[in-house]
T-cell receptor, first 113, second 115 residues
Framework: AQSVSQHNHHVILSEAASLELGCNYSYGGTVNLFWYVQYPGQHLQLLLKYFSGDPLVKGIKGFEAEFIKSKFSFNLRKPSVQWSDTAEYFCAVIPSNDYKLSFGAGTTVTVRA | DAGVIQSPRHEVTEMGQEVTLRCKPISGHDYLFWYRQTMMRGLELLIYFNNNVPIDDSGMPEDRFSAKMPNASFSTLKIQPSEPRDSAVYFC?????????????FGPGTRLTVL
């Protein structure tokens, strides 16, 4: 079974700082990769996803992620965060022949105004 | 579309009682998923359905948990009897089949507290 590791449990930043959240997965085959976000009191929403092609994926709200196959990583980045980016961020993986999403433990991001 | 609808949004019950959580997927979606979110275990997939048929229930914790999908627009997750360790947020999600790459759309969740 695949597993997903998120390196940071809680990240605290000031507005305009750059953000990078680490995500590594363990699975030997082809995977689909996702980042979901959960704003306070809201349900999970998709930020971006990767299936194939350009390993640098751009998502909503200025977020991007880079798939590095050799490192089994799919790190999330944003050059300049805003207070409204305060949320919990989840990396998730699905094997290409399955529908079972495996989530990482999540990273809570707090952006100070 | 109203998105995935879950009810109730909050449920407080006493240990031993039966709890039923409800989900209405997005119209036209043929996959439905039930997840549980806890501080200790994070987000876990409990079970998922395709065209109303349970495909994988390996995540269901024990026999106290059961899920049904009598038709394409309704699913239930039942816990009987409930225990305090079942306290969690339960999410329902749906997607349109054809590719696992398709986004799963999540409902707002049901926060269950078992006293």
């Amino acid at each position: 079974a695949q597993s997903v590791s998120q390196h940071n449990h809680h990240v605290i930043l000031s507005e305009a700082a750059s953000l990078e959240l680490g995500c590594n997965y363990s699975y030997g085959g082809t995977v689909n990769l996702f980042w979901y976000v959960q704003y306070p009191g809201q349900h999970l929403q998709l930020l971006l996803k990767y299936f194939s092609g350009d390993p640098l994926v751009k998502g909503i709200k200025g977020f991007e992620a880079e798939f590095i196959k050799s490192k089994f990583s799919f790190n999330l980045r944003k050059p300049s965060v805003q207070w409204s980016d305060t949320a919990e961020y989840f990396c998730a993986v699905i094997p290409s022949n399955d529908y079972k999403l495996s989530f990482g433990a999540g990273t809570t991001v707090t952006v100070r105004a | 579309d109203a998105g995935v609808i879950q009810s109730p949004r909050h449920e407080v019950t006493e240990m031993g009682q039966e709890v039923t959580l409800r989900c209405k997927p997005i119209s036209g979606h043929d996959y439905l998923f039930w997840y549980r979110q806890t501080m200790m275990r994070g987000l876990e997939l409990l079970i998922y359905f395709n065209n109303n048929v349970p495909i994988d229930d390996s995540g269901m914790p024990e026999d106290r948990f059961s899920a049904k999908m009598p038709n394409a627009s309704f699913s239930t997750l039942k816990i009987q009897p409930s225990e305090p360790r079942d306290s969690a947020v339960y999410f329902c999600a749906s997607t349109q089949g054809g590719s696992p790459y398709n986004e799963q759309f999540f409902g707002p969740g049901t926060r269950l507290t078992v006293l």
